[in-house]
Nanobody, 127 residues
Framework: QVQLVESGGGLVQTGGSLRLSCAAS????????IAWFRQAPGKEREFVAT????????YDTDSVKGRFIISRDNAKNTVSLQMNSLKPEDTAVYYC????????????????????WGQGTQVTVSS
């Protein structure tokens, strides 16, 4: 089975930075599509960014606005999310997620199209 472990969350001041990491195992890492989602209390889980198996990168432009960078390190079997210029509205539990391969009609922005999830890591941005 696919296993995902997030790390790197914490408490930062407005304008600060954090780097989140997601370690994946269970199948060929280079073939993974991996996405970051986040969920704040009382809010729906929302898409943040994804790096596709092809290497293509897609961001949620409205939420990220060029502040976040997703990257992959195949040698370490990890995907990272560098978060800069953090704002209080970025406060949430951040999750990494992976779909099953060849999932029909895959919607990369839909949490319901992902089959494997990490436990989440808390990011808190103080004002």
């Amino acid at each position: 089975q696919v296993q995902l472990v997030e790390s790197g969350g914490g408490l930062v001041q407005t304008g600060g930075s954090l780097r989140l990491s997601c370690a994946a195992s269970g199948r060929t890492f280079s073939s993974y599509t991996i996405a970051w989602f986040r969920q704040a209390p009382g809010k729906e889980r929302e898409f943040v960014a994804t790096i596709r198996w092809s290497g293509a990168i897609i961001y949620d432009t409205d939420s990220v606005k060029g502040r976040f960078i997703i990257s992959r390190d195949n040698a370490k079997n990890t995907v990272s999310l560098q978060m800069n210029s953090l704002k209080p509205e970025d406060t949430a539990v951040y999750y990494c997620a992976v779909p099953r391969p060849y999932r029909p009609n895959f919607d990369y922005k839909s949490q319901y199209d992902y089959d494997y999830w990490g436990q989440g890591t808390q990011v808190t941005v103080s004002s």
